[in-house]
């Protein structure tokens, strides 16, 4: 089992800045990817941002291109999320997954996600 831990949510103004923060833990397995996904109330969850531990290749939503980076630390099995220039439509839940490779099977995990409030 992998263990999936966010933090560094908040309420912040529009215009701020937030960094969020994802570590993954538990058995002995191999990170594929770890990604962002954010639910706001009575909407969907959907992908923000997404990075390939190997080659660090990312994705960005096109809402938050340019504003949000993602980035990660291989060793720690921890990625970071810097959102700067927050907008009030960036309220949500975020949620971290994280998705291992092995034994022949790729496995998701999710985090219990933590509370972004954009709001003046």
């Known amino acids: 089992q992998v263990h999936v831990v966010e933090s560094g949510g908040g309420l912040v103004k529009p215009g701020g800045s937030l960094t969020l923060a994802c570590a993954a833990s538990?058995?002995?397995?191999?990170?594929?990817?770890m990604a962002w996904f954010r639910q706001a109330p009575g909407k969907d969850r959907e992908l923000v941002a997404r990075?390939?531990?190997?080659?660090?290749?990312?994705y960005y939503k096109d809402s938050v291109k340019g504003r949000f980076f993602i980035s990660r630390d291989n060793a720690k099995n921890t990625v970071h999320l810097v959102s700067n220039s927050l907008k009030p439509d960036d309220t949500a839940v975020y949620y971290c997954?994280?998705?291992?490779?092995?034994?022949?099977?790729?496995?998701?995990?999710w985090g219990r996600g933590t509370q972004v409030t954009v709001s003046s």
């Open positions: 990075i390939f531990m190997s080659s660090g290749d990312t």
């Open positions: 538990g058995r002995s397995y191999s990170v594929l990817k």
């Open positions: 997954k994280v998705t291992t490779v092995g034994g022949g099977k790729v496995d998701d995990y």
